[in-house]
């Protein structure tokens, strides 16, 4: 499975509203360490497909969320439980620190 669009627009409907937690990738086109963790956030998409729901929000175009969860820098990683942060991955990490922190959610 894709990473979901997320946009201000479909946020409560996606995140908000999700019945599963949500790992959250605010990013930029303009952004290289977003594009070093883009394949890992791929990745994720597929091996927690059915148990966690990825999602890509493009900061530029989606301003509104990226101040409301007060993201000041990118990659920022948010882990959301019905629109509240579990926790917060900031920069480009290993994936293992991904997974690590996806498993302590779903437990």
Not at 24 to 51: H, N, Q, S, T
Request: hydrophobic share 40%; charged share 30%; net charge negative.
């Amino acid at each position: 499975m894709k990473p979901v669009t997320i946009t201000d627009d479909n946020f409560d409907t996606e995140v908000t509203n999700s019945d599963v937690p949500v790992l959250l990738d605010f990013w930029a086109a303009w952004c290289g360490p977003c594009r070093m963790i883009a394949p890992i956030v791929e990745e994720l998409a597929e091996e927690y497909d059915g148990k966690v729901k990825v999602g890509k929000l493009d900061v530029d175009d989606n301003q509104q969320t990226a101040i409301k969860y007060g993201v000041r820098s990118i990659p920022t990683v948010l882990i959301l439980e019905k629109g509240e942060v579990k926790d917060t991955i900031i920069g480009a990490v290993p994936k293992s620190m991904f997974v690590e922190k996806i498993d302590a959610v779903l437990n």
